[in-house]
Nanobody, 123 residues
């Protein structure tokens, strides 16, 4: 499975951005995997942000993004999206999409990773 993330950019605090992750490859689309988003700032470990289950029925969010970020998936397009509202300066990071087998914040359970996309929130 190959993953490609889109949609990063620069936004003022309080603004919104939407990220998308497109899946492709010899395996069947995104529906066979848990899809997640992680983020990383220089000098820190990659941080779990959110994940969505195979069928879209379950999600798991980092506490600090609950109520502001929403993950969704489109099976027809083989994409997973992250709508980020009320962005804060602390959300600034490189965001990575990932695919794995379990709905979890455990990094080791995600086996496929996209390239990162930079999200910068200015004050």
């Amino acid at each position: 499975v190959q993953l490609q993330a889109f949609g990063g950019g620069l936004v003022q605090a309080g603004g919104s951005l939407s990220l998308s992750c497109a899946a492709s490859g010899r395996t069947v689309g995104t529906y066979a995997y848990v899809m997640g988003w992680w983020r990383q700032v220089p000098g820190k470990e990659r941080e779990f942000v959110v994940a969505i289950s195979y069928d879209g029925g379950d999600t798991d969010y980092l506490e600090s993004v609950k109520g502001r970020f929403t993950i969704s998936r489109d099976y027809a397009k083989n994409t997973a999206s992250l709508q980020m509202n009320s962005l804060q300066v602390e959300d600034t990071a490189v965001y990575y999409c990932a695919a794995g087998g379990i709905l979890t914040g455990d990094y080791s359970e995600y086996h496929y990773w996209g390239q990162g996309t930079q999200v910068t929130v200015s004050s």
